[in-house]
């Protein structure tokens, strides 16, 4: 934790899709990074914001990757 309030988390993944008997066949590689910040002012109630950035090696088009944000809101009854 940063604070009795915030926590934040990093996550590195990486699969290796090299597997032509798949769906996922023509897919070489898929790596992600993701960047989470979580704060809960009170017990009940949390919200947070995630940061993902996302690079797949595609055999028929190449290296593609990609960058997203979300926000989320968690309510406790």
């Given amino acids: 934790g940063l604070t009795d309030t ?3 988390n ?3 993944g990486h699969y290796d899709a090299n597997n032509q008997d798949t769906a996922a ?3 070489d590689d898929v790596t992600t990074v993701h960047v989470n910040l979580i704060w809960q002012p009170v017990s009940r109630f ?4 995630e ?6 090696d595609v055999d028929t088009t ?6 997203r944000f ?5 309510f406790f009854f």
């Fill in 6 to 8: 915030t926590t934040a």
């Fill in 10 to 12: 990093l996550v590195f």
């Fill in 46 to 49: 949390r919200r947070g914001i």
């Fill in 25 to 27: 066949g023509m897919v």
């Fill in 51 to 56: 940061g993902m950035w996302g690079d797949t």
């Fill in 62 to 67: 190449g290296t593609e990757d990609a960058l």
């Fill in 70 to 74: 979300q926000f989320g809101a968690w």
